[in-house]
């Protein structure tokens, strides 16, 4: 049997974070740094030995001390937000340093695929976020974090659910399939994002181009998003530091439905319209009375709280990062939560003068309960907004308000019932990890070793009570478990080298191999007839049937060869040249490697002599580069035909069971590819306080990965997806940042926006994806053709209401139809648009109504400062696209028997009356509340999403009690919203995979919160 190495990874964690060397004889500098515009001292500089890993930070009194190994070495003090400066040491013992403030800048270090670069080096296109930037935000993972703050990189929500992450996506809907990006965490590819603590962070990078991504190779093609978390620095003083924040949340908005007179009044109109009598149920001056709004009785406020601790520090030859963090949210309605408990260990060491050994580990265990709120009928916000408005939440006796009492009061179940009897939970135990070694070999020749586990044990818990006082019975209880183990290792090794030679060519390379492994084991069982449903009767061992039981087994696993070279000349031309060899088991023999090269090239056009005497320029740089790509997010072994059992056979009057074919193989399937090119512009102007970065590109996506139609004489075999399709997205980024000071108030604005257009170049013959259906009309909301954006919406155009009989019998739409001729269609009915003019409304009539694709997103960041006060304020904002309002094309419709919503006050009467809300009605002759442009809604907005108040005391009032620092600050998350948008929330995700996007069930809406905190270092 394999063993895991698990225990032997801890084990060289624990050994290396005891090792320590002895220290060498070194001689200490000391000194204070202060601000040059106020004077001030600046706490939490990093000072570090140039061309080696020793450093350490100032003060609260912006004090250092620091050990250096030579009379002639060169000190960098650098700090977010002011200009480095290298000093040399000189012989000197005291050396005072004044930093000045600046943008920021092409100087700073950005982390790349197997290494890091200067932002002024970098030719392909990355964007970077500083930890600094998202912590102490309310949110419950880096992913929200990271919304708005790059142009091109785009997180859509899905959901405003305690601990949805959201779905990322960069430059556009990169396939039909699973187009989230690579995600590495400390040299480790990890999934998601939301397991990671926020405040653990010391930056995001985000690689969008082919050449920064290349050598991700078959993982790349959605993207790149490379996670660091902080970390000791040497000769650093142990510091503690605590970060804690409570607050609360509530909804942003709710719909405004029909009160109790108002709804039975419409009720009987419908019966009046149809000449038929009003039922008897509507006559009961019982239900006259407003008795509740099931919006507010079904949300709540909601709650948050935040513990982060962190102590940090290291000596001569070792450094440590301790933090454990604590995050709890109860969200707006009841029973639903996430809460996570995280404990990371970061830590490295130097052995000698060649070799270094580091380890990252981080423990988390995650709990949630999202609820059902996609789905229609048992979805608890859709519920809510239909549910009766004279039925209590419960009678006087204590038991639940039910609508069984009549058919017409409709077939759901009370929300506040359901939200409060769900038993159901998701937890996640996770173990992320590596180990790293570097030995120089020679002078820029270093061999480096990274072995890497990421471990998940899964499990989910849903247990449903018997049900018989809602209209929605459940005669059986049942509880089901399932149960997931899969743990992924990862080997790399590889060679990097950079030298200068002749002063003016710079050579870094680098080279190597990793393989990684995924394996999963799933294991579920469902019991039902529970005697007792106490909580602690709910285990399995309590249910007397059997319900269903399964399980199975994955395995997955990739090899991989890559190389890159960057190269300098003059500190003028740059290029670099980058190419991956993947090897995948999800692909038969013939299709196994895939090859992935990129190239792309740089101009500094400011260090060109002919550029010298052009003062409005501090720098200027051109870049372009192509590459491809890979995705392999498909189902694995696609190659294989599967035999299924479980089938029944007629041999003469025997039935027998036996087996099937249950899939087709596909010998040819292989990875999708995307090809890549990006020209990007960067400069830095008026005296290094602007800079902007302008890149466009176009992504063509190939062989994509699509499920061809199939016949009936096919059987009941699924049909593997083939390599059919093209997909393309091209666009425009754009990011500004002006930084500069007038004395003591320093200032940041800072704005992106992107402007992608996607497109589908080809589907499998000229055929269509569509979404799933929805709702009584029962038809997709969202399509897919060629020659259109990813999952258009479709449906029928409309042109107002029929005002008079005259209108029917006069329209041409309607020529032909024969609803026309037998009176179907009446006056106050939509009139639908005959688009191939055959006088007749069906099917052939429907058409692509819309996009739910920004033309443009764009983000906008201000931080300001003066003396101990901070304020940071953060805009996002979506402009160009479309929302279908699925919930509004039921809650208008009167053939429904729920609540409707309350513009149905302004119904059509008689003729003049409207032109936009139908008459009252119970038949659907016309079926009038099919998918049309009547739900189309503009979808721009423009949102607070962040607002940070803070003051830091002074460090000189501080220090009397031993604190280093110490910050008060209250927090806004979405504080308001500008948007005409009808809906609960104008920021909707995915429903339907990529598929089907910006359509409104009456999601989870993300609520308004305010926090309080307090950051205390000591």
């Known amino acids: 049997m394999r063993q895991s190495p698990l225990p032997r990874i801890l084990l060289l964690c624990l050994i290396a974070s005891c090792l320590s060397a002895f220290a060498l004889g070194q001689s200490v500098v000391k000194g204070k740094i202060t601000d040059q515009s106020t004077g001030e001292a600046i706490q939490g500089v990093t000072i570090s030995v140039k061309g080696t890993n020793d450093g350490t930070m100032s003060d609260a009194g912006g004090n250092y001390s620091i050990s250096v190994g030579s009379a002639n070495a060169i000190l960098v003090f650098s700090f977010t937000g002011y200009t480095t400066q290298e000093i040399s040491v000189a012989g000197k013992s005291e050396i005072n340093v004044i930093l000045a403030t600046a943008a920021a800048s092409l100087s700073e270090v950005v982390v790349v695929g197997y290494g890091t670069q200067q932002k002024k080096d970098v030719t392909g296109a990355v964007a970077s976020v500083k930890g600094s930037e998202i912590q102490n935000l309310p949110v419950s993972g880096a992913t929200q974090a990271l919304q708005g703050r790059s142009a091109g990189v785009n997180v859509v929500r899905n959901g405003g659910s305690p601990g949805n992450a959201g779905s990322i996506r960069i430059r556009g809907t990169g396939t039909i399939n699973n187009a989230d990006p690579l995600v590495i965490i400390d040299g480790v590819p990890a999934g998601g994002l939301n397991s990671v603590n926020p405040n653990d962070i010391e930056s995001i990078e985000v690689l969008k181009d082919a050449s920064a991504s290349a050598i991700y190779g078959t993982r790349a093609a959605n993207g790149v ?102 995050y709890d949210e109860q969200g707006v309605i009841t029973n639903s939560y996430f809460r996570r408990l995280s404990v990371r260990l970061n830590s490295d060491h130097k052995i000698g003068k060649r070799l270094k050994i580091g380890e990252s580990i981080q423990l988390t265990n995650s709990r949630d309960n999202a609820l059902n709120t996609l789905s229609a009928q048992t979805g608890v916000i859709w519920s809510a907004i239909r549910f009766m408005p004279f039925i209590p939440v419960t009678y006087d006796d204590g038991t639940w308000g039910t609508s069984k009492a009549s058919n017409e009061y409709g077939d ?146 990739l090899s991989s060869w890559f190389g890159r070279i960057n190269y300098d ?352 009605t119970t038949l659907r002759n016309n079926l009038n509340y099919r998918t049309s442009d009547m739900f189309i809604e503009k979808g721009d907005f423009l949102r607070l999403k962040n607002a940070v108040l803070g003051y830091t005391l002074p460090a000189g009032l501080t220090a009397k009690v031993g604190i280093s620092k110490l910050r008060v600050y209250i927090t806004g998350q979405n504080v308001f919203t500008f948007t005409k948008y009808s809906g609960l929330d104008p920021e909707l995700g995915y429903t339907d995979g990529n598929r089907q996007i910006n359509v409104d069930y009456a999601q989870y809406p993300q609520s308004r919160s305010w926090t309080f905190g307090l950051n205390v270092t000591f």
């Open 569 to 920: 000349f003059d500190k003028r031309y740059l290029l670099t040249a980058t190419f991956r060899a993947d090897g995948s088991s999800k692909f038969a023999d013939d299709n196994k490697w895939g090859y992935f090269p990129a190239f792309s090239a740089g101009w500094r056009i400011s260090n060109e002599q002919f550029f010298k005497n052009v003062t409005f320029f501090d720098e200027l740089k051109l870049t372009g580069g192509w590459g491809q790509l890979g995705n392999q997010n498909v189902a694995s072994l696609q190659y294989l035909a599967l035999i299924g059992g479980g089938h029944r056979y007629s041999f003469g009057n025997n039935t027998v069971v036996g087996s099937t074919q249950s899939r087709i193989p596909n010998l040819n399937i292989s990875w999708e590819t995307a090809e890549m090119t990006n020209i990007g512009l960067t400069a830095e102007m008026l005296s290094r306080t602007l800079q902007v970065n302008i890149n466009y590109f176009i992504k063509n996506t190939k062989d994509m990965l699509l499920a061809p139609p199939t016949v009936g004489t096919i059987g009941i075999a699924a049909v593997p997806d083939q390599n059919v399709g093209i997909l393309r997205n091209q666009g425009l980024e754009i990011d500004l940042t002006y930084r500069n000071s007038a004395g003591a108030f320093n200032y940041s604005l800072s704005g992106n926006a992107a402007f992608i257009k996607n497109k589908v170049i080809k589907l499998y013959d000229g055929n269509y994806i569509g979404s799933v259906f929805y709702g009584r009309p029962n038809q997709e909301i969202s399509r897919t053709y060629e020659g259109h954006p990813i999952g258009v919406f479709y449906g029928w155009k409309t042109d107002g209401l029929y005002q008079t009989q005259d209108d029917i019998d006069k329209d041409a739409n309607i020529a032909n139809d024969s609803r026309r001729t037998d009176g179907l269609i009446r006056p106050g009915d939509v009139r639908f648009i005959d688009l191939n003019n055959d006088g007749i409304i069906n099917e052939d009539d429907r058409t692509i109504l819309g996009s739910p694709h920004p033309k443009v997103v764009y983000g906008f960041n201000a931080n300001l400062e003066y003396k101990g006060f901070d304020l940071t304020l953060f805009f996002l904002g979506n402009a160009g696209l479309s929302i279908f309002n699925a919930d509004r094309m039921q809650g208008l419709d009167p053939t429904y028997s729920f609540n409707m919503y309350a513009e149905t006050k302004d119904r059509w009467t008689g003729a003049g009356t409207s032109n936009t809300i139908p008459r009252m």
């Open 412 to 557: 759901i179940n009370n929300p506040v019932f359901t939200a409060a009897t769900t038993d159901a939970a998701n937890i996640n135990n996770r173990i992320l990890g590596n180990v790293t070694a570097e030995l120089e070999i020679i002078k820029g020749l270093k061999l480096k070793a990274n072995l890497g586990l990421d471990a998940n044990h899964y499990t989910a818990k849903n247990f449903s009570i018997i049900i018989t006082d809602q209209t929605r019975t459940n005669n059986n209880n049942e509880l089901s478990r399932s149960f997931s183990e899969s743990y992924s290792l990862l080997g790399e090794y590889f060679l990097s080298y950079n030298k200068i030679f002749a002063d003016k060519h710079k050579v870094d390379v680098v080279g190597g191999y990793t393989a990684q492994s995924f394996n999963g084991d799933y294991f579920s069982a469902a019991k039902r007839d529970f005697i007792n449903e106490n909580s602690n009767q709910r285990y399995l061992d309590v249910g007397q049937t059997l319900r269903a039981i399964g399980g199975n087994r994955t395995y997955d696993a």
């Open 225 to 326: 998003v490379i996670v660091t978390t902080r970390r000791g620095g040497y000769e650093q003083p142990s510091r503690l530091t605590i970060n804690a924040y409570t607050g609360t949340s509530s909804v942003i908005k709710t719909l405004d439905m029909l009160d109790a007179p108002t709804l039975v009044e419409l009720k009987k109109e419908r019966y009046t319209n149809d000449g038929l009598p009003v039922n008897e149920v509507w006559n009961n001056p019982d239900n006259l009375v407003q008795r509740t709004n099931w919006q507010d009785a079904l949300f709540r406020k909601g709650k948050v709280n935040n513990v982060d601790v962190s102590v940090a520090g290291g000596g001569v030859n070792s450094s440590y990062m301790l933090s454990g963090g604590y």
